[in-house]
């Protein structure tokens, strides 16, 4: 009995120790690690941008690849990571490069719920004797975890400099596919691509933007995000009111405008989501394996954020995440990886062998893209790291420039105030550090105007140190959003090295755009020095697939504006001519999408003199139109309204007795595109129009001119 006793009251000393031991390190982690929760505010957001995530930053520096700082007497600094892993093992590598002072090292993991953990603590020697010393601490089980560095000094009077690396363990490895392909790998790809949507846009912004789950069961979910506010101008620049159910419960029909001078009309019981809402979820997962069973094999889908818009975005609801451009991209990424671990079907594919191998067992294959305006800032340390950090996860394609110049070229000119609102931060920083008033006048002087025009800033030393390396890692170069000088000279490295793949992922043609679109798109389109230049290194052209007004070109008629009818003069004009094409929807991209032919909404972009008959021109609606994929009948009175409408789309053309063999083998073209990028004796592609033929009329009357069916190049000259 005392034995048993005393087994007793030991255990119970021994639990209240293990207990005791548990919290006290718990203690230990608060106060060690210090604060390491993000600040997300609007203030801050602007004062990261002002100050570079710079030495001069009060409060935490965000953690990045790579940065230096001194510790001052006894003061603090702390670096913490905004975004959660998407591996679970990484290095810190801390260098002492000057100073005398004793300093103390915690680094620390803090999961989502704000629980924190030490993972490393040492000190730092003091006297000059340490300098040079490195500390590589490998850090493990940190998956979706943030990472923290805190620096404490332990001298009233000396100093410590140092820097600081955090490092990927694959980080520079160039990766060396698996060329082997057997059985239905080895064939051809039967089906479409869609080179540029934005699945995980939901996540961009800041979260303030595009709402909606892209990994739920429902295809239209409710809308719990407060965006629908009409209080303030940056609101009402998003959007103006719409429901958020995603199914329709009024009793009768309602009509709603969508925040971009376009309006949607709901049924009852049918859904409130339509082809100009700009702001909720096209890509949901129902939506998304739709679209895949109905023939899409292939996408190239971008992360993408906007820091501008961001700030833009507080009136409308409270951010969940970081407005830095890079780390809402790296957080996007791990969603995407995420979506893929829980839906096979959905597979990221970093080579064309994987994606042959991926299509082949029935699998999407998805290409992980950046389409980020504040890409690679010198404020997130070395450019090359940071590109190998996002090809290491993923990534297979990235913009230069996007809504504004970057550090490695200028962007493209469209839609004058967007692209002032993407640039104010920057200007506003030059103009406070005493440098670019007079860019900052011009801009307000052409914007005061109406009218940018081109963009005269090329791609500069480190924009083609870029690209090269780039081409070393055999990511596919898109040259949209570039200025023309930029293209200009992205072309030119891409000549010199044997022809590599260019392709503009969601591009229109300059002289076939009119009205408001042409005034609008200013240097965001495609002309046919572009398109040659594309077409010259084997690449392809993505078609956007948006309302635009377009000047009519083909047998087809454009009497249906804004719809599938003038998608396809621009499509038809492209195929004459030779260009390899898919699909470019920019769906999630914040913009709407092509309108219906038959309904309420049909034509919006008719005229108030010619709308009437433009539908009447459709004639009635087929309800159940042979060979129809399944969504058809909301495609026909919604539009484009997600991508599980894109087979409906395929199908309309065909319909309308456009040839859409091109777009049908787009996946294949893709991957050929691709495979090029490996190819050693590239050389430049020479693509074959529908030539001319002269028909002999009688005397004194007109020659027609007709077009022969097309002929196309195989591209056998890689």
């Known amino acids: 009995m005392n034995l048993f006793r005393a087994f007793v009251v030991s255990g119970c000393i021994a639990a209240f120790f293990v207990g005791y031991s548990a919290e006290a390190q718990a203690g230990n982690a608060n106060r060690d690690c210090g604060n390491t929760k993000i600040n997300n505010s609007g203030a801050d957001i602007i004062y990261q941008s002002l100050n570079d995530n710079g030495p001069g930053k009060i409060g935490p520096r965000r953690l990045v690849v790579n940065q230096s700082g001194t510790i001052r007497s006894m003061t603090t600094r702390l670096f913490v990571q905004a975004t959660g892993n998407d591996i679970d093992t990484m290095s810190i590598k801390l260098r002492k490069t000057g100073g005398k ?103 961009g912004f800041g979260g303030g933007v595009v709402a909606g789950s892209f990994s739920g069961n429902t295809r239209f979910p409710t809308c719990s995000h407060n965006h629908s506010r009409k209080k303030g101008f940056t609101a009402g620049l998003v959007v103006k009111s719409h429901p958020k159910e995603g199914i329709a419960t009024a009793s009768t029909p309602r009509t709603y405008k969508t925040g971009n001078k376009h309006v949607c009309t709901t049924t009852p019981g049918q859904p409130t989501r339509c082809w100009s809402d700009t702001t909720h979820q096209k890509m949901s997962k129902p939506a998304l394996k739709l679209a895949h069973e109905n023939g899409l094999q292939l996408m190239v889908t971008h992360v993408v954020s906007n820091q501008g818009l961001c700030y833009l975005a507080a009136p409308l609801k409270d951010r969940d995440n970081h407005c830095s451009d890079m780390e809402s991209a790296k957080l996007q990424i791990r969603k995407l990886k995420e979506f893929a671990a829980a839906n096979t079907w959905y597979t990221i594919v970093t080579d064309p062998w994987q994606a042959r191998r991926a299509i082949a067992k029935g699998e999407l294959a998805v290409v992980i893209g950046l389409e980020v305006s504040n890409i690679f800032p010198s404020s997130d340390g070395n450019y090359i790291k940071q590109l190998h950090d996002v090809y290491d996860m993923g990534a297979s394609v990235v913009y230069l420039a996007h809504e504004s110049d970057s550090e490695f070229a200028g962007a493209a000119y469209h839609h004058w105030p967007t692209l002032f609102v993407n640039q104010e931060l920057k200007l506003l920083k030059n103009a406070f550090s005493g440098n670019g008033h007079g860019a900052l006048a011009r801009q307000l002087n052409s914007a005061h ?103 009519g070109y083909g047998r087809i008629a454009n009497d249906c504006a804004g719809s599938v009818k003038s998608f396809l003069q ?112 590239r050389r430049k592609h020479v693509r074959t129009q529908r030539p001319a033929i002269k028909k002999t009329t009688p005397k004194g009357k007109r020659m027609i001119r007709r077009t022969a069916p097309l002929r196309v190049t195989p591209r056998s000259r890689r």
């Open 570 to 681: 621009t499509y038809q004009w492209l195929v004459d001519k030779g260009y390899s094409v898919a699909f470019g929807t920019d769906l999630n991209g914040y913009v709407p999408m092509l309108a219906p032919r038959w309904g309420p909404d049909a034509c919006p972009l008719a005229n108030s003199r010619t709308r009437a008959s433009q539908k009447t021109a459709q004639g009635r609606k087929p309800i159940a139109p042979q060979g129809a994929p399944t969504g058809w009948q909301l495609y026909a009175e919604r539009g484009l309204v997600d991508i599980g409408a894109l087979a409906s789309v395929l199908f309309d053309m065909k319909s309308l007795g456009a040839n859409t063999a091109p777009l049908e083998r787009s996946a294949e073209s893709f991957l050929k595109m691709w495979q090029r990028t490996y190819d050693a004796n």
């Open 101 to 203: 002072a004793k300093t103390s090292v915690t680094i620390c993991s803090t999961d989502s719920r704000g629980q924190k953990r030490i993972l490393h603590q040492f000190e730092v020697g003091k006297g000059k004797k340490t300098t040079g010393q490195i500390w590589d601490k490998r850090l493990s089980g940190i998956k979706g975890k943030r990472i923290s560095v805190r620096l404490v000094g332990k001298n009233a009077v000396n100093t410590m400099s140092y820097s600081l690396e955090f490092n990927r363990p694959n980080r520079g490895r160039i990766r060396n596919p698996n060329q082997r392909l057997s059985g239905a790998a080895r064939s051809a790809v039967v089906g479409h691509a869609d080179l540029h949507n934005h699945h995980s846009s939901r996540f």
């Open 449 to 551: 105007r109406g009218k940018l025009g081109h963009n005269p800033t090329s791609i500069s030393s480190k924009g083609r140190r870029l690209v090269q390396e780039m081409m070393k890692l055999h990511m596919l170069i898109d040259i949209d959003h570039l200025s023309r000088p930029s293209s200009d000279a992205v072309y030119s490295l891409a000549k010199a090295n044997s022809y590599y793949p260019l392709f503009a992922g969601h591009t229109r043609v300059q002289s076939l755009l009119d009205g408001k679109t042409k005034k609008e798109t200013m240097e965001l389109v495609g002309n046919k020095k572009i398109f040659d230049y594309i077409s010259d290194t084997g690449g392809m052209l993505g078609l956007r697939a948006g309302p635009d007004e377009i000047k």
